[in-house]
């Protein structure tokens, strides 16, 4: 299971990094940035599901994911105040021409703060969860983890 998580959060590290380089290029390509951080926050919630084997399905609903973590952890109900849900509108639908749509470079800034402070609150709730219960150390599973 450690892989899967691990796994999950190699590919969202991936999606932020192509968003977080794509913003700082000349001209950047916003709808692009804006997908990739959506994706990010998506796969961010989404190990943090798998760690607690909590089954979700197959969907690019961050309010969803958010809600199954907040069955777990009533924590996540702050991602709701971070307006992390403000990203589903860059998942699928802005990826097709028919609803063609390009975002503000404004828009592409506030999707990198919020996939940052969607993938901070998890890593952190993550690196919560790898100390053992009796000891402040950190257990050397999750260390080995570039992504944590």
């Known amino acids: 299971m450690k892989e899967l998580v691990n796994n999950w959060i190699r590919r969202a590290e991936s999606d932020f990094k192509i968003g977080k380089d794509e913003l700082d290029t000349e001209g950047p390509v916003t709808d692009a940035i804006c997908f990739h951080m959506q994706q990010c926050a998506e796969k961010y919630l989404k190990a943090y ?17 958010i809600g199954l973590c907040k069955e777990i952890d009533k924590d996540f109900e702050a991602l709701y105040q971070l307006n992390a849900g403000k990203l589903n509108r860059y998942a699928v ?50 260390s080995s983890n570039p992504g944590i």
Do not use: Q, W
């Open 49 to 65: 599901l798998t760690h607690h084997n909590k089954y979700f399905r197959k969907t690019h609903d961050i309010d969803e994911l």
């Open 93 to 142: 639908d802005i990826r097709y021409p028919d609803d063609f749509y390009m975002p503000t470079i404004e828009e592409a800034d506030e999707c990198v703060k919020i996939a940052t402070d969607v993938k901070n609150f998890v890593k952190a709730k993550l690196k919560k969860l790898d100390k053992p219960v009796n000891e402040g150390s950190r257990n050397e599973n999750y």
